[in-house]
């Protein structure tokens, strides 16, 4: 596995170091006046940005330097409408935007979603805690950040929900990547 099991001494240097990363986040947005809410919003972000805009700058990037297709710029229409303003001051994320930047969020959400249930059955059933302990907290603290997009998904009825198609193409993808290591891990 990836990481050390939790009675191996290494396990200690892979928690403390997961712990006190957490830990300085928190601590230096108490420290400039912000909240434990505030923080969850930065790492949430934090994590949406990863999802979608590192990727597919790195994707352009590198289709560019390939000569594959020129590098360009597209804006896109970031100024908030009064319904925008509203979900904001409710403190839910509006998720009305191209499936071009959810599919891999949610791609992301549900493969982490699917991990972590897998994980604790296997956990559970086979008696393989002690070897699947890092690997659990880590997916579970990824589902947990992500539990916007999840009610989003799932549990949100209004227009910033996220729709139904995106939804179901990040399903599918993420089924596809579960399939092909389940196949890649038999054979």
Request: proline share 3%; net charge positive; charged share 20%.
């Amino acid at each position: 596995t990836l990481y050390p099991k939790a009675s191996d001494p290494f396990f200690i240097a892979f928690a403390f170091v997961f712990l006190t990363s957490r830990l300085k986040g928190i601590y230096e947005h108490f420290i400039s006046g912000g909240s434990i809410r505030t923080w969850m919003n930065e790492e949430r972000v934090w994590m949406i940005k990863e999802a979608t805009c590192a990727m597919y700058g790195a994707v352009d990037c590198v289709t560019a330097k390939l000569g594959l297709r020129e590098a360009s710029f597209i804006p896109t229409n970031k100024a908030g409408g009064e319904d925008t303003t509203k979900y904001y001051k409710m403190g839910k994320y509006d998720f009305r935007t191209s499936n071009m930047f959810l599919v891999p969020l949610v791609s992301m959400v549900s493969l982490n979603l699917a991990c972590l249930i897998g994980g604790i059955i296997r956990m559970i059933i086979a008696h393989k805690s002690e070897e699947s302990l890092a690997h659990a907290v880590l997916l579970f603290y990824a589902v947990l950040m992500s539990f916007p997009v999840i009610e989003g998904m799932f549990l949100r009825k209004d227009d910033g929900r996220v729709p139904l198609s995106a939804t179901i193409i990040s399903s599918v993808i993420a089924l596809v990547f579960l399939s092909s290591g389940y196949f890649i891990l038999l054979h």
